[in-house]
């Protein structure tokens, strides 16, 4: 039975998941309003050329572009228009007039988080932001609600499709970087300008957020060291696929010590890294998502889905305007977040991991023990070596030609070791007169 009076809703954006949030808002509305137990009024849409076309069609009559007045006028505001101004302005506005607000801007909350949701506890009200990361997965509640007993260890994610697609066409097709590229952006993936994707800011906003929730920590998104899949090469991928590893650009949030200073705290990361084959996240192919959690008590959970997509990413935005929607019909204020950890946040040399380090080197007595003896010099344990007399032809070539004669690839994986160490051990080989290059270094993840 309904007895609370509707809900007025408004909605700031029409874009691709704007619109369907509109149609589905629409088409649900009896349902959700048996679900909510008040109806959902769509009160207006705010958008910047009431003319534009939409992806799905929308009863023109709720357009406006007095985005103010509308959100004044609100419940609760959905806001889908995407970068930091106005986006940033009408959300303080909705709050301020006593409003909940749903958002999947990602850019806004990684830049402005601890803004936006420090306005919503002054004022009792709630950010909702499932549709900000991994699109249709849930996330954020799992994180901020059914781990919140937990401790959180680490989360692997693959969070952004584009550079999923593009790794996983590598892999799958052998093609090129610049090749997969071109297919992502002929099939729509890749945006007309993908340096978002492929260079990981993408990723590194999501990053920010979840291990702002993870570790009850302020995460500037600034702090998440950040690196693109923009030099993986087909021979980097080809040889990890001969050794039992698939390359993903990984977003890596994890609560560590670090091994020299001995101080604890947050790691946020994003570069490409080898992960095992029987890796759960090695099944996620295509331009799909999943967010690996590593949890004290709860063990190993995966969340896997469609990470982008107009009705994909509307599925969860509505699931939020429920949320909020439920919230007022019960009564009180919002649940804040709890940055009440408060972790140093510690940079990439604080890092421990494995790695895979390919080098070409003079095929000659005594050259296998010297770097060898590099690496026990720095403190870093082998794990395995594997050498192939001559430039692999899993390895690119750009030392011109000839160099095949007399050289040989060394293939080498590493126990864990820190950054620091490692790359002391790089520099370090790198010096010698015997390595003709340091081919590649990737870390392998997921162990
Ligand atoms: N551009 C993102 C991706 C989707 O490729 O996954 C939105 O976050």
Known sequence: MIAYRNLRVALLGAGSVGAQVATLLSEHSEELAARVGAGLDLVGIAVRDVDAPRSAPIDSSLLTTDAMSLIESADIVIELMGGLEPARSYILHALNSGADVVTGNKALLAAHGPELLDAAEQVGAQVYYEAAVAGAIPIIRPLRESLAGDRVKRILGIVNGTTNFILDKMDVEGESFESALATATELGY?????????????AAQKAAILARLAFHTDVPVEAVHREGITNITAAQVSQAQKAGYVVKLLAI????????????????????????RQHPLAAVHGGKNAVFVEAEAAGDLMFYGAGAGGIETASAVLGDLVSAARRHVAGGPGVAESTHANLPILPIDSVSTRYQITLVVSDAPGVLARIAGLFSDHGVSVEAVEQSVGTSSAVPRVGGTGESSGTATLVIVTHEASERALSRTVKAIADQEVVVRVQSVLRVEGA
């Open 253 to 276: 949030c994890e609560r560590l010590t670090d091994p020299e200073t001995g101080i604890e705290g947050v790691s946020a990361r994003v570069y490409p890294a080898l992960i095992s």
């Open 190 to 202: 890749a945006e007309a300008d993908p340096t978002a994707d492929i260079e990981g800011y993408d």
